[in-house]
């Protein structure tokens, strides 16, 4: 069964950092494309990065560029999300996901959700 959990959310306040977690389990990981989106109440579900199944390309949403850092660890199984100078607008809950063919900006392209974890970022 393939699972994807995310931890390390939590509150900050504006400025702080915070640093999200995403372990796989039962698919071959290292294979997959792996995206961090986000989605805040009564919004939409919206890209806020992306990287490609060897680490060489990352990609990141306008909002969150210069600010946040997209890595993984393939012997681990797990990617990563560093956030800088985190604002209020930053707040929502944090999804990992995993698409099996490239890289996307789109959720419903990808294969595979984590259960998502909550960033809330005070003024």
């Known amino acids: 069964q393939v699972q994807l959990v995310e931890s390390g959310g939590g509150l900050v306040q504006a400025g702080g950092s915070l640093r999200l977690s995403c372990a796989a389990s039962?698919?071959?990981?290292?294979?997959?494309?792996m995206g961090w989106f986000r989605q805040a109440p009564g919004k939409e579900r919206d890209f806020v990065a992306g990287i490609s199944w060897d680490g060489r390309n990352t990609y990141y949403a306008n909002s969150v560029k210069g600010r946040f850092t997209i890595s993984r660890d393939n012997a681990k199984n797990t990617v990563y999300l560093q956030m800088n100078m985190l604002k209020p607008e930053d707040t929502a809950v944090y999804y990992c996901?995993?698409?099996?063919?490239?890289?996307?900006?789109?959720?419903?392209?990808?294969?595979?959700w984590g259960q998502g974890t909550q960033i809330t970022v005070s003024a």
């Open positions: 996901a995993a698409n099996r063919i490239v890289f996307s900006r789109i959720p419903g392209n990808y294969d595979f």
């Open positions: 039962g698919l071959p990981f290292s294979t997959y494309a």
